[in-house]
């Protein structure tokens, strides 16, 4: 029984040691590699709250340990002292909690109003959720995008956040914590990024079936390349050549129903908001679908064949179009940069 | 009999049922001993569920963009996973340990209303085959104007919306179907089993004492038991308004909840919450005085500060009202409330922090004996902990909102409920097995099942907390192959068929113990409290004649003195005492009056399903059906005749 018991304490040591030293590397949706003073600050804290916590974590469980190493019934022990008590060590016991817990309290709410203040000077990006993918308007610019938010690096941006219809939340663990997307009523994150990058976003609150899927990308460019692309999204979309397979790809997104839920920028003028993804600069985005999947022939022929085969409840119907309907409109959506 | 007694009988149609053996004694039963034993039966059966249920999402879980399941498969499962463990395991549960020991804690014959008591149980188990029938007659589907690419399997047509059930994605429009009506009756009907318990619990406390058995003599289970009932008798009710609101929502189109009919999706969260939190402390106070019981025996110690653990247990139940938005910090509440929210969170841990410390204070300089129960206990202590830690780091609200509804969320509770709870409930089974079968269970396949939960335990939540760091939201169907999250998934579901192993082994021991294991005697564990100065198995009258108290832990002071040292002295008479005891106890000298059993509370909770089914299928014959049930099982109970069951009659003749 005792080498049991050895023998086990031995394999809990390895198993802890596996747990903290076994890191998950690059992991895009990381909570604890910052790239941004918002990320920061929250890493900072939860350092802290951690070694802390560790500290007290190693006295407990060693405590209890030695007390059971030491305290084991042995033939010959003598009977123990009953003890009902110690008001002096119960007191120690309540008020150096109380005094820890202070001393994180502090810096805690200091970072709660911190980071809830709206920056100066802050790029403003409205960020609307929907069953399933996140939708991002610049109203200072007129741009209207999905899936992929682009913000200039080394900025202050503003999200003012919406939900169309459930619940959503827009989660970017490199750059800032979650907030949730309401219906009828706006929510508001900072984001700021160091440097260029790309960073994974993740739909944080249960949104229905394809909950999982509902991803988005955050990248940040430089200023220039920020300017570029700004330009770029504000131009309406190009038209193919007559003749191509691209014109003919335009003619099935034209006649199939696509323009129900979508709009391209030039090509079918409506006023107001259509349910789905703007199409004007699709190809310019390198993930689609809630960023669920890679915007190549392969992947998209799939999506546009069964949408829901993909995405689960998507409000995407299969158009039954047939093998060549489908190759024309990639062709014609590999256009649309 | 007397005359009144003979006139109420020709209200009745029904005699009362006298059956002591086979089903129809289960049924009608009133005896607290036996509804907690079908309590801890049924509640094991829904564990094995939930288990299964469990095992499922982790294969899917195994590895990146794995297709073992569906979307709405996953949903559903996930869905009931929780609702299960909640409500149809812990609880439950626990409510197992109430109904049997409360009354022998305090020494009483029974809780203060027996027939309640049954009543309390039918609605439970009506309330959870109501749930699960969901399975047969639910069910579900995608967002009104979505796709699906394959129908919904039976799997599938379970509720699918969280066993918090957000709104509005549980609502009509966003599920559709029938399984979120059944979650949301299903727990209305189980939350009337609760309350109903809560008060003939609170009751029994307060009136149904042995005579000198003081509030502050009680043992720290009933005292938790206590706080239990009051949270229970104060949480429910916010639930049951809101799942109303929910199931009006649903089927009358009001828009409580709703936005396009001015209502707001966020209360629903704080009303959920406001019964969501002190509903955790529900699941882990029960266990909190579970292991205050076991730490003292199995040290030879009386426990470390009382007094200090009877109030920290009130305090944690107190404070837990004020804590309920911090499961909301990525909401648009308010930096104040944020802070002050974050704050109330850091409040909690003191309390927890004095009864952690206060269990060791009791281990220490003690005579450790190692058995299973006590394994458990402290293994409750170590896995506690590590929940009760990742739960300070939640108050710290920014960097909760990186947390919050990541898998390091789903490994702080588990900590917290399997680690804390289910741990606690273990220990506690063993400890009693020998009072409640008259038999031991086998102190080897119990270490062995000790053992192989730890490491399954820990292998299973241990890398959740590195997986939720690392950006694996909850409540996630699939996940794509570059978050490289894969490797520890896989860890994480091999886990799981450990702890499955383990149960079984469990359960082994239970079947083969209960049939084959050797007699136990009255006192196995040279124990503390009252309960154990009856015989084992307890007899149906309980204590045979009213036990008096003189003290804290009195069967110890029966049985020890102080020396000049304070190191206990077994008295001399200590050994005739407990062959008196057992003599006595179980040969009673005077009439004892049981209360009777009786059919109606399970007639009045069988109707309840009826109605629920009632709202869902618009149908007014099963509404007539559950009123009638209801109104027999009513008028029934009120009416029905006394009829004095006497026991230990023998001498008289």
Redesign the interface.
Known sequence: MKNYFRSTKRLKLILFLVFFTACIENAPLDSLSPEGPYARTIDDLFWLTFWIAVAIFVLVQTVLLVAVVLFRDKPGKPEPKQIHGNVKLELLWTVIPILILASIAVPTVRAIFDLAKEPADAMKVEVIGHQWWFEFKYPDYGITTANILVIPEDTPIRLEMWSNDVMHNFWVPKLNGKRYLVPGQLTYLNLYADNAGEYWAQCGEYCGLSHSKMRARVISLNNGDFNDWVKNEQKDALRPNEGTLAAEGEQVYLNSGCTQCHIVNGVWDVQGDRIAPNLSHVASRHVLGGASFKNNPEDLSKWLANPAEIKPGTFMPNLELTEDEIVALIEYLGTLK | MSEDIKEKRFLTVFKRPSSTEGIWSWITTVDHKKIGIMYGYAAFFFLLLGGLEALILRIQLAKPDNDFL???EY?AMFTMHGTTMVFLVIMPLSAAFFNYLLPLQIGARDVAFPRLNALSYWLWIFGGLFLYSTFIFGSAG??Q?????EEIGWLGNAPNG?WFG????ASFK??PGTAMDYWALGLQILGVSSLVSAFNFITTILNMRAKGMRLMRMPVFTWMTFAVAFLLAFSLPIIAIALFFVTFDRQFGTTFFL?EGGG???LWQHLFWLFGHPEVYILILPAFGIVSEILPTF??????????IVFAGFGIAFIGFGVWAHHMF???I??VA??GF??ST??I??PT??K???W??T????????KTPMLFA?GF??MF??GG??G??H????????????YYIVAHFHYVLFGGAMFGIFAGLYYWFPKVWGKMYNEKLGQLHF?LM??GF??TF??M???G????????????E????G??NMVVTIGVFVIAVSIIIFMINWIYSKRKGPEAPMDPWDARTIEWTIPSPTPVWNFSTPPEIENLDDFWHRKYD?DE?????RKDMANQLLIDLESDGLNPKEHIELPNPSYFPFILASGLPFLGYAIIYRSLALAGLGLLLLLIGGFGWALEPIEEEEIGDVEDG
């Open positions: 569906s979307a709405a949903n995608a967002p104007g979505g796709y699906l690419a969280g957000y709104q509005p994605n966003y599920s936005t707001d999706p966020v040290s030879k110690k009386p426990l470390f500060g009382y007094a200090a990525a909401s648009a308010s930096p944020q802070a974050g704050l850091m409040v841990a003191v922090g004095v952690i410390f206060n060791l204070g281990i220490w300089g003690g005579k450790l004996n190692l402290l202590i170590a902990v590590i830690l990742s300070v780091t108050s710290i609200v920014p960097a909760d909102t990186q947390q919050t509804d990541t053992w730890m490491i820990n292998l241990g890398p907390h590195w997986l760091l690392k950006g694996q939201i909850r409540r996630t169907w699939v996940y794509a570059e978050t490289n999250l490797f520890w102080e040292e304070g190191r206990p002295v």
